[in-house]
């Protein structure tokens, strides 16, 4: 089984530190992405990864940046965290088989910033 | 834009009666659709997908969903309710030949009664 580890479940930082969330996954996937949950609004995408070195931005890229040097490593940063960034993050990485591969997701971590 | 629309915040139903969570969606081309689930405090796992071919394809748990192409809408369905059934649903698109980034609905939580 695919598995997607995400190094922190519960985080609580203060606003305007550096915030970095890690995402490991084990089944040699091309793809990588990392979205975000809030109530009623389901997951919006924040930025995604087809291959090393590579990155697009989605949805909603303001206040994040990406970093994937290894092809099992995918982290996302707040440059500066605020309070509007305390949500539900959820890393998941696929095959590359043109969208019909589904996505396998991590546990989350759930951010608060104070 | 493209979009998905998950009409129903939550669906009520007693244990062993059939549910239906439906789901329509705006998209450009021959979509993908995917039916995602989300236990509390987890991921999303993986229920099912439509590519191509038979419009009622079966996947985890007893699930089904049925692709209306004239009506746009992707419901999911279940003969007979479990408890352990109750969870948060998500459907989700993407356009065909995309590289995996979906989109997502809102979500609709399922609360099976027994």
């Known amino acids: 089984d695919v598995k997607v580890t995400q190094s922190s479940r519960y985080l609580v930082k203060r606003t305007g530190e550096k915030v970095f969330l890690e995402c490991v996954q084990d089944m040699d996937h091309e793809n990588m992405f990392w979205y975000r949950q809030d109530p009623g609004l389901g997951l919006r995408l924040i930025y995604f990864?087809?291959?090393?070195?590579?990155?697009e931005k989605g949805d909603i890229p303001e206040g994040y940046s990406v970093s994937r040097e290894k092809k099992e490593r995918f982290s996302l940063i707040l440059e500066s965290a605020s309070t509007n960034q305390t949500s539900m993050y959820l890393c998941?990485?696929?095959?590359?088989?043109?969208?019909?591969?589904?996505?396998?997701f991590g546990n989350g971590t759930r951010l608060t910033v104070t | 834009a493209q979009s998905v629309a998950q009409p129903e915040d939550q669906v009520n139903v007693a244990e062993g009666n059939p549910l239906t969570v439906k789901c329509t969606y705006s998209?450009?081309?021959?979509?993908?659709l995917f039916w995602y689930v989300q236990y509390p405090n987890r991921g999303l796992q993986f229920l099912l997908k439509y590519i191509t071919g038979d419009n009622l394809v079966k996947g985890s748990y007893g699930f089904e969903a049925e692709f209306n192409k004239s009506q746009t809408s992707f419901h999911l369905k279940k003969p007979s309710a479990l408890v352990s059934d109750s969870a948060l649903y998500f459907c989700a698109v993407t356009p065909s030949g995309n590289t995996g980034k979906l989109i997502f609905g809102q979500g609709t939580t399922l609360q099976v009664k027994p």
């Open positions: 998209v450009s081309g021959n979509p993908y």
């Open positions: 990864s087809y291959d090393v070195k590579m990155k």
């Open positions: 998941a990485s696929s095959l590359p088989t043109g969208g019909n591969s589904p996505l396998h």
